[in-house]
């Protein structure tokens, strides 16, 4: 199990901020979960599933699939570290924790 840090604001699909700030953000999360990967020493392997849980930073209310689609850049990170393509996932499991963390955890299978 991966633990990462929430996505910043600018992620948000629903975000105005300037396409050059956004891709600014992407690239240094890209980043950050590239590296959390590496740290992990995860085997790399045939993985098929994968699971997300995201503990959000407040008690708002947040939509979901805006939440998945915030941390797309992660994720590329995340196999880009593995050496997998995000394409071998057949099954994702996306929750929501009932804590309040700041943090997203990915279980891969």
């Known amino acids: 199990m991966l633990t990462f840090p929430w996505y910043p ?3 948000n699909p629903n975000s105005s901020c300037h396409y050059h700030e ?3 953000k992407k ?3 890209k980043d950050l979960w590239y590296w ?3 740290e992990a020493n995860i085997p ?3 993985y098929s ?3 997300i849980t995201f503990y959000k930073p407040n008690r708002r209310w947040m939509d979901l699939d805006n939440m998945l689609a915030s941390i797309k850049s992660g994720l590329d990170g995340m196999c880009l570290a593995l050496e997998i393509d995000d394409r071998c996932f ?3 499991t996306v929750e929501i924790g009932q804590e309040i963390a700041g943090m997203i955890k990915v279980e891969i299978k």
């Open 90 to 92: 057949t099954k994702i």
């Open 44 to 46: 790399k392997g045939d």
């Open 27 to 29: 690239a240094i999360y």
């Open 36 to 38: 959390t990967t590496k």
């Open 49 to 51: 599933e994968l699971g």
């Open 22 to 24: 956004k891709a600014r």
């Open 9 to 11: 604001k600018e992620l």
